[in-house]
């Protein structure tokens, strides 16, 4: 369904389930982040009101995540920690070439953004089906269906604006680019790398 040419490698949620608490961090920031996209093109596509109005709802949502991933730390007694930059994210936005017509600029990050919730979607189905701790096994199962939500709302919404056989075209070379950025990833306890 996400389309993603590489799957994670299996071992990710070893070093997650290790990690537990610097998985939860990142994954915290993950979601502050995910709001802030949501505001930012709010603030930078206005004249878009249907796109207004659904990143308006998601914003809320995703700072809603946000807190509930705080309060799992909390409850674990884990402080949320500094942001740390996530090479993932830096990675695939290098993929579209800067400028371009509005539009364009527009479906761009529309696309980057459907790809990032693809990617998050992924890898919550591992923790909620991989963890040991079925609290967290739950807790991401229900935040994986969010993503897949998420990843078709931007979707749909790249191909409403642009020209859908070229969008189309975009996101399978933009899948192809993320699985090559993906064979170096998979390492380390964060959401995305």
């Known amino acids: 369904m996400l389309g993603l040419k590489l799957p994670t490698d299996p071992r990710w949620v070893e070093i997650a389930e290790k990690n537990i608490e610097e998985i939860?961090?990142?994954?915290?920031?993950?979601?502050?982040?995910?709001?802030?996209?949501?505001?930012?093109?709010?603030?930078?596509?206005?004249?878009?009101?249907?796109?207004?109005?659904?990143?308006?709802?998601?914003?809320?949502?995703?700072?809603?995540?946000?807190?509930?991933?705080?309060d799992k730390l909390l409850g674990r007694g884990y402080t949320l920690g500094r942001d740390r930059k996530d090479e993932y994210v830096i990675k695939v936005r290098e993929f579209f070439p800067k400028g371009g017509s509005r539009v364009d600029q527009l479906v761009h990050r529309l696309l980057i953004a459907a790809l990032i919730e693809a990617r998050s979607c992924e890898r919550f189905r591992l923790l909620s089906e991989e963890l040991k701790e079925a609290e967290l096994r739950e807790f991401y199962k229900q935040l994986m269906i969010s993503e897949a939500n998420h990843y078709t709302l931007f979707l749909n919404f790249a191909r409403q604006y642009g020209e859908r056989k070229n969008v189309d075209k975009k996101w399978q070379e933009l899948l192809t680019f993320e699985a090559e950025v993906m064979k170096d990833l998979s390492k380390k306890e964060s959401i995305h790398g």
Do not use: G, N
């Open 24 to 70: 939860l961090i990142d994954h915290a920031w993950c979601e502050q982040k995910a709001a802030s996209t949501a505001i930012s093109l709010i603030v930078s596509f206005p004249e878009y009101s249907d796109l207004v109005s659904e990143m308006t709802a998601l914003a809320r949502e995703e700072v809603a995540h946000f807190k509930m991933v705080h």
